[in-house]
């Protein structure tokens, strides 16, 4: 309630999807910061990370850890584990039929 003018003013707007596929219309971008851990690093993500971006995401299934990956000037990725952690799984959603 208190910060419902970003929502009003369109400075923040909220969107569900496929966290695996990210948000492409509105790529690319300078960070992205996934909240749940991935089995591995999706690659729709990667690609949508602006060079000289940042992405900090949990991956791992029974061990998990949190990874910063830059994108580099050139378009290369570079990815440090910094710890481990324990995150709730990044789900695939249901197919429709």
């Known amino acids: 309630k208190e910060d419902a003018d970003l929502l009003d003013s369109g400075t923040l707007q909220v969107e569900q999807g496929d966290g695996w596929k990210g948000f492409e219309q509105a790529s690319p971008y300078d960070s992205i910061h996934v909240g749940a ?6 690659e729709a993500l990667l690609e949508q990370l602006k060079p000289g971006g940042r992405m900090v995401i949990p991956v791992g299934t029974t061990t998990q850890q949190f ?27 249901p197919s429709c039929i």
């Open 67 to 93: 990874c910063t990956i830059d994108r580099l000037p050139n378009g290369n990725f570079e990815q440090k584990s910094l710890m481990g952690v324990m995150y709730v799984p990044l789900v695939h959603p």
């Open 37 to 42: 851990a991935a089995e591995s690093v999706p």
